[in-house]
């Protein structure tokens, strides 16, 4: 582990950057950076600029507002700055930045920025964007993020993408894909917008669709609020339901070891790998509604789910070694499987919809989790429902046939529900057992035929669902060379390979930035004409101008 | 330019590595590399490896039977060696070569491989692979751009993508999305698959979807000449046409300029800019498919893909500085227009929807060059139908408002035709308009309804066709400014936005491939795990292993 892991559990209490303003339906989400505050020393936030601290005050704040706020059902992004909405990613932060980090840095921006979408497409909380001065780099892909941009017209203020012109890097945070794919703006004028260091102000802003609309100041505030009220109306979140709080995550940490309510995970540095265990629930399900309400934060599947949210983003930033990620599970299938049906039941409710729409985005991060992943399928498991989920979104999965020797338990079973079958997409719009069964449409349609049928490990391996299913005689050798194999292949090949195997069928804005955009950012973040020592990151502020390798690749 | 260009023109009887055996309906297109005859010295190409070079002829090869031979209705890809169909790329090749021509040399394989499922999908030449022994790496992936795969059996032969495992890089020439893509394989069975250097053989090489069939040795000659003929069945290539013959393309080069039938090109070295001019006919078409067929390699559409085809591949790999290229056209933009009528009203011959297809292949690879591209449309000019396509191929395109000082050529005007509606699909299966105006429908209406009509500068600029018109006291001046900015950019940043913007809307396993696996594979071509001192790339066959850093990214 990294000396000083990075935190990302925190509360408004504890922000530094960001303030939470609300006036039902409307929430004003208000960012007013501490420059003193950066997340490590070497570098000032000037100018509502970010680095990963930031972000993750951000994150947080759009899960509260998902979850202790069902009133809420606009959200403001505003800014506390009176000329600057925001500057993007702290430069002087990229440029000391090791790679790893950049890279990270990115996909958990933009993931936040999925999130936020999400929020809008699914849970009737759409986001406006108050573009009050300058919104430059990551502040106007933040601002994209939003359903709508009104920007401010005083003569002054601009939307732009600078990186191009000015970072030789592009805008890392889905700015290119939002571009042309979202917000469908003409490419050739996409062209000009990212080559042009000062951006584009007023009505040229709204009639190349860069924002939705331009305000005079003077008129404003007062346009964003009649606005927001009426992006309101549209939404079905209840008016008269009190929110779940979210009380801190507890956690304990050794040095091989992180337990969490319902997750545990043990951390083999040598082999390089961590095994995460997802515990089943305690005890039955509440009856109705009012029970998971009452239970909050401790109802099971809320509880694991922000348990593991935790665990994938800790191992991410702070465990960079660990490249490979083994999950099993322990628990009563029955009781996974009534609350996976309470869910369904009650999957119209808000809260259970926000609980459901949170393990979507969990499992994506999954998805699109770096590390090769496997998963376990042991005596005692309880892969079922929402958890066999898992078993579709890792690598490849082992299942044991019968049982181990001197173990009394039965041999595993997993067990499919409706929840596999449209509940949680994937990021390309399909189910994980879509994309799996892509070829085959006979394979999908029997393994819905097989809903509630407890399949051993020659029921599962017969229909698909499993990769191998070795004996007791076999497990122990097969699981030790497999770990040991995927640990002696070079992380970045495996990383590329993942990436290209893990999401074939449609594609969607979420799979090109994470797919197409993150790929051409990270070989960007590695060539000299970037973050070399003449590169334009380094040179950056120095008054040096960055010398270029002008051969096109 | 490099000193020791590399060539494309070629022709069988000049081929070192490739033979194409002819019994009509099927062509044998058999690989039986001369190691000895490497592009450029300093490795061999045992075991039916290739470099660029082989892969030149195949390309000349895959056209010649397109143009050359009408009878031909099954191409089968075998090899000329006992033991192995063929190896994939050379290594030590790879371990040499500058991370710009391993790009290049992936990027101009994969258009090759496109062009064998561009001839099977729609000129009716499909094309069987003969597996007569291993396929590794590459050599897999020339087979699986084939429509049918048939492996040997004979307990030895396997179908392999060591890439991983073995060099710490991708497959890189589409191998991963056409296995989850096009022949979609489980992701989870396609994982093990390129993690096993072996790789596999028989009948689990069925199973898993990686071969379509596999037969004894004993019966494989006899099987793949049956099923080639079974798939010749389908065709709906003419019994009784002669083809016609690709003479050499006629080409003359100074240091500062090219030139060619109908395409001359001036190169810019100060500036790095590279102007390219397509000339409009020499003379009004001939009136029927005879006068076509008459014409040959000399009919003007024809000629002219040929010697852009050339053009771009020449500056791609040998004028790797000229960042920018810029388009403009000459000539009678009637005549064009003949041109481009006669070709759509006999879009149904066999010889005309290969010119078609080929023009459709020559766009994509402008749409795929990484280097910024531009077009000025001048007076004089002939931007019309098929000519008119590459003003939505580039970038970004600047029309002259109005005639230059003391020219007496009247304004310029361009012209869409019925050509720009459908023909000329892009890679992401729409057509150059459809991406141009994704958001604005209407836009897209507008624009057909403007066919035949002659559009001058501002009625370009109002249809959204064109992103610029300055008129002559500013056009010298903005262009000036346009290239020496361009110039200044780093060329990274470039060809990754770009790469990014040009491509809005659906995807398909061609945008795939070109946007994000080639991504990926450009980073980890720049990897220390794969290209440094202790890299996979540097260390194969030495002896040594690999030494990795082991942080996930």
Not at 8 to 30: C, G, K, M, N, Q
Not at 139 to 168: C, H, I, R
Not at 325 to 344: C, M, N, P, S
Not at 353 to 375: G, H, M, N, P, Q
């Amino acid at each position: 582990m990294s000396p000083h892991p990075i935190e990302f559990r925190t509360a408004p209490e504890l922000y530094r950057h960001w303030s939470i303003d609300i006036d039902a339906p409307v929430a004003i989400l208000s960012m007013d950076v501490d420059e003193t505050a950066s997340l490590v020393p070497g570098y000032e936030l000037k100018l509502n600029s970010y680095d990963l601290g930031v972000d993750i005050e951000l994150y947080d704040a759009i899960q509260r507002l998902r979850f202790e706020h069902p009133e809420v059902r606009t959200v403001v992004i505003a800014s506390g700055n009176d000329k600057v909405f925001c500057s993007g990613a702290n430069i002087r932060m990229l440029g000391l930045s090791a790679h790893g980090h950049k890279v990270n840095f990115c996909k958990f921006t933009n993931e936040t920025r999925n999130a936020i979408e999400d929020a809008s497409e699914f849970s009737g909380q759409r986001y406006l964007c108050a573009i009050n001065g300058t919104a430059a780099g990551g502040g106007y892909e933040l601002a994209a993020a939003a359903d709508y941009l009104v920007l401010v017209d005083d003569g002054n203020a601009a939307v732009s993408l600078p990186e191009v012109p000015l970072l030789a890097v592009l805008p890392g945070t889905g700015g290119l894909t939002r571009l042309v794919d979202k917000r469908k703006v003409r490419r050739d004028l996409a062209d000009v917008f990212c080559t042009l260091e000062e951006g584009i102000r007023g009505q040229r802003a709204v009639d190349w669709r860069l924002v939705d609309e331009t305000v005079a100041r003077t008129a404003f505030d007062t346009r964003i609020h009649e606005r927001a009220l009426q992006m309101a109306e549209s939404s079905d979140r209840p008016v008269d339901s009190s929110g779940v709080s979210l009380t801190p995550i507890k956690r304990d940490m050794t040095d091989d070891s992180i337990s969490y309510p319902y997750v545990k995970a043990r951390l083999d540095r040598t082999g390089r790998v961590a095994t995460i265990v997802l515990e089943g629930p305690a005890d039955n399900p509440p009856s109705d509604i009012t029970g998971i309400e009452d239970a909050g934060v401790d109802f099971w599947p809320l509880a694991l789910a922000r348990s593991l949210d935790d665990l994938l983003l800790h191992l991410r930033f702070n465990e960079t070694e660990l490249g490979t990620l083994v999950f099993k599970t322990e628990g009563d299938t029955d009781a996974v499987i009534a609350y996976d049906q309470l869910l369904r039941d009650n999957q119209d409710h808000w809260l259970v919809r926000e609980i459901l729409l949170y393990w979507k985005r969990t499992l994506k991060r999954v998805d699109y989790t770096s590390r090769s992943t496997f998963a376990m399928i042991e005596p005692g498991s309880c892969f079922a429902g929402l958890l066999a989920e898992i078993l579709f979104s890792v690598d490849r999965s082992y299942m044991l046939e019968g049982q181990f020797e001197d173990d009394e338990r039965l041999p595993a079973a997993i067990q499919l529900t409706d929840s596999n079958f449209g509940l949680l997409p994937m990021g390309n719009g399909l189910t994980r057992l879509e994309t799996r069964f892509l070829g085959e449409p006979d394979t999908l349609a029997n393994a819905k035929s097989l809903i509630s049928t407890p399949l051993d490990a020659a029921g599962a391996l017969e229909a698909g669902l499993v990769t191998f299913a070795p004996d007791d005689i076999d497990w122990e050798d097969e699981i030790r060379l497999l770990l040991e194999e995927r640990a002696s292949f070079s992380p970045d090949s495996l990383t590329g390979m993942e990436a290209n195997l893990r999401f074939a069928g449609p594609e969607t804005m979420e799979t090109r930035i994470f797919g197409r955009l993150t790929a051409w950012q990270n070989w960007i973040f590695q060539r000299p004409n970037a973050v070399g020592e003449s590169g334009a990151l380094k040179s950056y502020g120095t008054g040096k101008r960055p010398a270029y390798d002008r051969k096109r690749v």
